[in-house]
């Protein structure tokens, strides 16, 4: 091998390296598909409907998905399930494997909504006269951001307490706890230790992280407000949280924060058959209706009952609410055939029967009142209180944000710290909103 | 150096045969010691994997009654198979393909005179030493743009291409070959080419097996790759991302868990006992030649 | 015979190695164009990143800490090794084997074994009446915890370790010997001397392995938090408990490949770059392998 011919080959190498490069940088995804004027008659092709549900979940969606295949025989529905949002955006991003995507919340829906990572369903809506009336205020609020309908919600989690109705009997409590301090006077007593001197089992568990304890969750306890009206942090001049995370310190403490990490960390897996409400090793649990249905799934001799979660001491009027929040669902950017998928999202969010059907299965609340009135909705003693928490007026849910859930992790890594080493709270949560607002800063800004 | 110390501080051997023995047993019992707490954690790991799910949740370290089912439900529950096959299609391939790039790359470095060799050898040791993830951003929107993310291919295509480790191990080993021997076939009229296939590749065999075995069980091991490009496609799982996430997606208890974990180590023990030699020669060059 | 390697390069490291920096002045998820944003993403790191710089102490202690104690540990066990004169390749392979066990299996072992609830470590404390602590649960403890598996799975600097001290001549020992030396006086004489490259090899490249230390404590904190990750992605377990073990380059996945600030992400990287070059060229300037001189005899 001669120096010369050498050097033209590395030359050409670099040269063809740099080309390769700028081509790769120059074309971005694919183009959108302009909608047509009129929806069509028939449907055809195949289409690809990712979500994260899983297991018995997923066997739920997809009995839903024939019934949309059977209605359309010339449809093709390509099912990816157990995809979370991080995956989700990995695929989207990656250009047009998937057409419909679902998330398990609504924290992907300011930044998809802000990035086109959904499409503006705008255009859809208004030609095939979508009625959006349908759906409940708060529900219609998280599924769109700064005026963008990106999203549309597929049935919601509702939150409220879960008792076992014998452990509260054997320790003489006849009603559920109201407010913060009966539930935490309550869980003190239905708590048991071994001779040891560890816990054997539990009330209610105050350690934040736990399961579904998780700021959002307890907010509207206390009509806590996460965001102003600009989008930045209301977190430090909210009076809400304070209340909530001293009572919730304070109960930390009453029992011990090492005492109760080892016994978390003993327990079984939250959606697995050894939840600990499920082996009856807590008596009291903050958890989604979704639950209802692993229990008669896993559980069906526990003998419990729901009601709304206690409110902190100073709101006793919010009794009845809890946090709302949902599946939500939209078409990727470069879907290569948004008609499909639109048709597809259109099943999934505003037809009735599909919508009591899943919610049926998967024991959520329907998200369209239609669905909510319909007479084929199963409603049991336990369920109830979610529907019933879903149409309270005080409800609240966590507001669609360009960070996503960025700002509730934030303050649920705040809070985790200061159960266990405590500090100045005021200063604390002052720092919470600025790291909030600098995050907006450096997604939103200029 | 060998003036350490005075020669009159010679001392009597009887003493010294005694303190041999005490230091013998000594030395014994700790190499002993710690080799029960090297294996232990294996151990535990099997013992656990015997054990009913039952079981697995409470303070017992003995199984009882001893049973297989977890690994039938290891088969049976999880694609395991699967998660094996894409584990040894990317460590196959990523090999065959390293070798194929690497080793004409590595001869050419450790034979032939170039201008701009000294400047491509040092960013072959750059680009082997650096961080992966200070580049991991704009390769991987390359590949998005090109659409294979989500499959194992942008971990498996760029050896193709060489791995720049391989590269200078193989020049290393290829380094320690007499130069005679190519330049005898050289003038029985052997190309570069020629020269590489009949004299390098046949005298640097031990060389070559152990950076294939090198890049081998860093392809079967690694988790960040996969999880960076494979994560939103189960279909492509290795088996590192499937036990990683195995307790979270399928949230088994510990005995499952712990019997795909044995399954896990076993491949890798078996290949070992076969390849122990060059593998053993291997990990010692890559350190020794300091 | 070359091209392919040098396009290589080009293409998987001459070319990100830029366009990471182009990355870091723009605002990118992917979705839509980069858009330049001048130093923001610098400012915002250096002055109101919330967690990189505990995530950079964190690595910095498995630099300064966990290399270190690997390399003595490895070190002691090879000349433990040296010493055994029966069933010597038993002994070698015994201690060889942790290493071959894969990172993500070796994880999860110790995750199981130091589980505060069932696991067989405080289980074993239990029966001597010592309460066991929380490990990979105790913020305090999990690095530490990390630094065990660390020292199970050191067999191949051990190896490395062991073919250096067979490589000192038998015979400078037995001079030394008969000059009267001691132990110690030997292993400072005789032995450090000659293995000092090996070490000194040993270390820089530990360093250069630590400081991208991502899958051991990202595994660790996913198994150990038990949580399960219904819909938010690999991302949101990393860190468990309390950031503890949130290293560097998890922080950098987090922010580019969890919320998709790949500019931002590529900030960190360039930083990472910038560290990571100075042990790189102390690497290049101190060891001979490195030099291409030798290419050209």
Known sequence: ?446 | MTAVGTRSALRSTRPRHFGRVLNWIGQHVVLSGLAVLFLAPVVFVFLTSMMTSNQTLTATIWPDPWTWDNYVRAFTQVPLVRWFANSATYAVLATAFMLASSIPAAYVLARIRFRGANILFTAIIIAMLLPPQVTAVPIYVMWSKLGMTGTLLPLILPNLLGDAFSIFLLRQFFLTIPSEYADAARIDGNGEWGVLARVIIPMAKPGIAATAIFMFFNSWNDYYGPLLYTSENEQWWPVAIGLASFRSSHGGDWGITMAITMLVMVPVVIIFFFAQRTFVEGIALTGVKG | MLAPAVLGLALFFVYPLLASIYYSFTRYNLVSDPQWIGLRNYQYLFADDPNVWQAAGNTLWFVAVMVPVKLVFAFAIAGLLTRAKTATGLWRTLYYLPALVPPVASVVTFVFLFNPGTGPVNLILKAFGIDGPLWFNDPALAKPSLLLLGIWVTGDVMIIFLAGLLDVPRDLYEASGLDGANGVQKLWYITLPTIVPVLLFSLVTGIIAALQFFTEASVASSVASGKVSIGEGAGAGFGYPENSLLTYTQWLYIRGFSNYQLGYASALAVLLFVVAAVFLTLLLRRFSAFTPDEATR
């Open chain 1, 1 to 446: 091998m001669k120096n010369a011919s050498l050097r033209r080959h590395l030359l050409g190498a670099i040269v063809l390296a740099a080309t390769s490069a700028v081509l790769l940088s120059g074309c971005t995804g694919t183009a959108e598909v302009p909608i047509a004027s009129r929806a069509p008659s028939t449907l055809k092709g195949q289409v690809s409907f990712w979500h994260f549900f899983s297991g018995r979940e997923a066997g739920v969606i997809q009995s839903t998905v024939d019934d949309f295949m059977k209605a359309n025989p010339g449809v093709k529905v390509d099912v990816h399930p157990g995809q979370d949002d991080e995956k989700l955006q990995k695929a989207i991003s990656a250009g047009n494997t998937v057409d419909l995507g679902m998330s398990y919340s609504t924290d992907i829906v300011g930044s998809f909504c802000t990035s086109g990572a959904f499409r503006d369903l705008t255009p859809f809506i208004k030609r095939d006269n979508v009625d959006l009336t349908n759906l409940t205020p708060i529900v219609k609020s998280y599924t769109e951001f700064k005026g963008v309908r990106c999203a549309m919600p597929v049935l919601t989690d509702d939150y409220a307490l879960y008792y076992n109705t014998d452990l509260l009997t054997a320790a003489g409590i006849d009603s559920p706890p109201k407010t913060l301090t009966e539930l935490e006077d309550d869980a003190l007593k239905l708590t048991t230790y071994n001779p040891d001197g560890s816990i054997k089992t539990l009330g209610f568990n105050p350690l934040m992280g736990f399961y579904e304890n998780a700021a959002a969750h307890y907010g509207p306890s206390a009509g806590a407000k996460w965001l102003n009206a600009d989008g930045s942090s209301a977190i430090g001049s909210d009076s809400g949280w304070p209340e909530l995370i001293t009572w919730q310190t304070n109960f930390v403490k009453k029992i011990g924060y090492a005492k109760l990490q080892k016994f978390s960390a003993g327990l079984g897996q939250e959606f697995e058959a050894d939840n600990a409400f499920q082996k009856g090793k807590i008596a009291m649990n903050l958890d989604g209706e979704y639950r209802t249905a692993f229990l008669a799934d896993q559980a069906p001799g526990l003998k419990y009952a729901t009601a709304p979660f206690p409110t902190a001491d100073s709101h006793t009027d919010l009794y009845g609410a809890g946090y709302i929040t949902g599946n939500i669902a939209g078409i990727s950017k470069g879907s290569q055939n948004p008609e499909l998928a639109w048709a597809l999202l259109k099943y999934l969010t505003t037809d009735t029967g599909a919508l009591v059907k899943m919610a049926n299965g998967l024991k959520n609340v329907p998200s369209t009142a239609d669905a909510l009135k319909s007479p084929k909705l199963e409603i049991s003693s336990q369920y109830k209180t979610f529907v019933d928490v879903a149409s309270n007026p005080h409800s609240a849910t966590t507001p669609p944000s360009p960070i996503g859930a960025g700002y509730q992790q934030t303050f649920e890594q705040f809070w985790d710290k200061y159960q266990k080493s405590g500090g100045d709270l005021a200063a604390g949560l002052k720092s919470v909103d600025k790291q909030i607002n600098d995050s907006l800063a450096l997604v939103n800004g200029p």
